[in-house]
């Protein structure tokens, strides 16, 4: 079945810093999404990104949709102390009986110091 | 608020006892989607509801697991014969059908935190 490995686990940096990570598939994807979760609640849309080479901007957070549709990258710029949480990455494929099926990956951590 | 509501947030249960979550979607939706997350990992698909119709259930876990949407509006996960295994956070998600390719945007509620003891 479809896996993404997404990668860093986790990331330690100091307030202001950059931070990429990004998320790797075996297989092609029609649309990546990136949530953020924040513990015990659910994850919450950060980007949706529908095409092969797409850059969508939300603020301080800039994703891109790989032209070979197995992958995708989430940078986040001059971050800050409410930028902890774990940030995952999540593909979409329509077609076959995915039938709205999300495929997670395993989530980044990210911690950021003051 | 308008977003997906979650009923419990938390729930604490005896191995053996069933056990009920509901899910209001947001009101426009028409998708509605059941996930686990265990710690450590991400959301995990169960099954999928396109309105009343349930389209998809055979990544429910197990014969133990259902889930309704009767009137096209909120949903229920049910799981009967709690076992400890079973513990976990329960998300639900939504979202519109989908148009020109767009409509994959599932937004979450808050989730229901299972502990079987």
């Known amino acids: 079945g479809q896996q993404l490995n997404q990668s860093p686990q986790s990331m330690f940096i100091q307030e202001g810093e950059d931070v990429s990570m990004n998320c790797t598939s075996s297989?092609?994807?029609?649309?990546w999404l990136w949530y953020k979760q924040d513990p015990g609640e659910g994850p919450v849309l950060l980007i949706a990104?529908?095409?092969?080479?797409e850059l969508t901007s939300n603020g301080r957070l800039t994703a891109q949709f790989g032209i070979t549709r197995k992958d995708s990258f989430l940078n986040i710029s001059a971050s800050i102390p409410s930028d902890v949480g774990i940030y995952f990455c999540?593909?979409?494929?329509?077609?076959?009986?995915?039938?709205?099926?999300?495929?997670f990956g395993q989530g980044t951590i990210l911690t950021v110091h003051p | 608020d308008t977003g997906v509501s979650q009923d419990p947030r938390h729930k604490i249960t005896k191995r053996g006892q069933n056990v009920t979550f509901r899910c209001d979607p947001i009101?426009?939706?028409?998708?509605l989607y059941w996930y686990r997350q265990t710690l450590g990992q991400g959301p995990e698909f169960l099954t999928y509801?396109?309105?009343?119709?349930?389209?998809?259930k055979s990544r429910l876990l197990s014969d133990r697991f259902s889930a309704e949407r009767p009137k096209g509006s909120f949903s229920t996960l049910e799981i009967q014969r709690t076992e400890q295994g079973d513990s976990a956070m329960y998300l639900c998600?939504?979202?519109?059908?989908?148009?020109?390719?767009?409509?994959?945007?599932?937004?979450f509620g808050p989730g229901t935190r299972l502990t079987v003891t």
């Open positions: 998600a939504s979202s519109r059908g989908t148009s020109g390719g767009v409509g994959y945007e599932q937004y």
């Open positions: 297989s092609i994807f029609n649309t």
């Open positions: 990104l529908y095409k092969a080479g």
């Open positions: 999540a593909g979409y494929f329509a077609g076959g009986t995915s039938y709205g099926k999300l495929t």
């Open positions: 009101s426009e939706h028409n998708r």
């Open positions: 509801f396109q309105n009343e119709a349930q389209l998809e």
